[in-house]
Every structure is written in structure tokens, then in C-alpha cells.
């Protein structure tokens, strides 16, 4: 398995409150990824890094931000969660982005909105 | 139209049967492609990768790549009731990034 851990695993949370999602990876990859899947929608990309301190906005950013201090973790804060922040978040991480390399996840981060 | 489309399924098949899933993608530029099985409450997890148009296999699996007709496929030969899970198509865009179908639910009855 990727060395991917996600914390917390499983969190509720109340309307209006901040939540910071981490993700910590022993692979010394590069490029590190957000996504959120919902029913009928698949994974969609939230934001994603490639490297330290350079991040950039995915296809569902509104609402969230990111941050990268180190190479091996990834930030992801809802500012102020709302319900419809209410998804399974998964964090994805890839050594480069050529076409030999993938993107590995891990085991996702439940998060509830109440 | 959706960058990477799917049909939701399910998608049912018996055991010892072909399973054969399909995708299609909007960018013709796009030149890797990925399927991904996810088990319900599971991350997904990398089973076949493909970049060259044709056909490529891996034990029970086989992917096909059509670019002219931006379409992949995956087959999965004699399915077994441990195969029912998500299946997930993807395409690698612009900055590495992995675009999503929404994926085919396959259930594989004994």
C-alpha cells in the first residue's frame, strides 16, 4: 500500500465551524491531491499540489483551502463547513505527472455536516 | 457533456461470465487512462493502467484503448463474486490530474 494516511478518519462537525482535514504521505512524492466523492458524481478534484508551497485549484474549490509546508503533508480547511461539505474526502498522491506515473490514494476521511 | 462518462450500471453479471465496462472521454489530446476498483467504504485502488491504442492484459482483466473514438473499456474474464465493486474510468488531464467517471457499479451473482 501507498504510504498515505489520513486524519481524522471519521469526523462530525456543526454548520458554520472550521475543519482541517491532513494528509500525510511517506513516499516523498511530489504532486499531492484532494478529491471528494459523492453519489452520482464521482471523485472530483479539489485542489492539488505540486510541491511545497505551490498549490492550485481543482474543479470544486469553492469553500476550501489547502496548504503545503512540507513535502509529506497536505492541508485541506473548509473555512466555515457547510452541508453540503458532507462527502467521503480522499487524498491522492503521484511521484510525477508523466505518463508512466498514477495516482495512488488513500483510505478517505468521512466527514459529516450537521 | 461530462469530460469522462460512464453508465452508473449496475451492471450484473453471473459468475464465470465476461463483465465488460465502458467509458468515453471529451479531450482527444488526453493520452493516459486508468481504471480504478473501488469496494463500497474503500479507497479505489490502481488495477490497469493504458496509454497505446489496443489492447492490454493482466490476468483476468483487459483493458482497450480506442483514441479515434475516444473510448476505453475494461474486461474482466471469468468474473467471480469478489469483482462486485465500482469501477472507475480515468483520464489524465492538463498538470497530471486525474478526471473521474462516475463510475459503473458491477455485481457478480454466484
Known amino acids: 500500500d501507498a504510504g498515505i494516511t489520513q486524519s481524522p478518519r471519521h469526523k462530525v462537525t456543526e454548520t458554520g465551524t472550521p475543519v482541517t482535514l491532513r494528509c500525510h504521505q511517506t513516499?516523498?512524492?511530489?504532486?499531492m491531491y484532494w478529491y471528494r466523492q459523492d453519489p452520482g458524481h464521482g471523485l472530483r478534484l479539489i485542489h492539488y499540489?505540486?510541491?511545497?508551497?505551490?498549490?492550485d485549484k481543482g474543479e470544486v474549490s469553492d469553500g476550501y483551502s489547502v496548504s503545503r509546508s512540507k513535502t509529506e503533508d497536505f492541508l485541506l480547511t473548509l473555512e466555515s463547513a457547510t452541508s453540503s461539505q458532507t462527502s467521503v474526502y480522499f487524498c491522492?498522491?503521484?511521484?510525477?505527472?508523466?505518463?508512466?506515473?498514477?495516482?495512488?490514494f488513500g483510505e478517505g476521511s468521512w466527514l459529516t455536516v450537521v | 457533456q461530462k469530460e469522462v462518462e460512464q453508465n452508473s450500471g449496475p451492471l450484473s453479471v453471473p459468475e464465470g461470465a465476461i463483465a465488460s465496462l465502458n467509458c468515453t472521454y471529451s479531450?482527444?489530446?488526453?493520452?493516459?487512462f486508468f481504471w480504478y476498483r473501488q469496494y463500497s467504504g474503500k479507497s479505489p485502488e490502481l488495477i490497469m493502467s493504458?496509454?497505446?491504442?489496443g489492447d492490454k492484459e493482466d490476468g483476468r482483466f483487459t483493458a482497450q484503448l480506442n483514441k479515434a473514438s475516444q473510448y476505453v473499456s475494461l474486461l474482466i474474464r471469468d468474473s467471480q463474486p469478489s469483482d462486485s465493486a465500482t469501477y472507475l474510468c480515468?483520464?489524465?488531464?492538463?498538470?497530471?490530474?486525474?478526471?473521474f467517471g462516475q463510475g459503473t457499479e458491477l455485481s457478480v451473482k454466484p
Open positions: 491522492a498522491i503521484s511521484p510525477q505527472v508523466n505518463s508512466g506515473n498514477t495516482i495512488y
Open positions: 513516499e516523498n512524492h511530489r504532486y
Open positions: 499540489s505540486y510541491g511545497v508551497k505551490d498549490t
Open positions: 479531450d482527444r489530446g488526453s493520452q493516459s
Open positions: 493504458i496509454y497505446s491504442n
Open positions: 480515468a483520464v489524465k488531464g492538463e498538470g497530471g490530474k486525474l478526471i
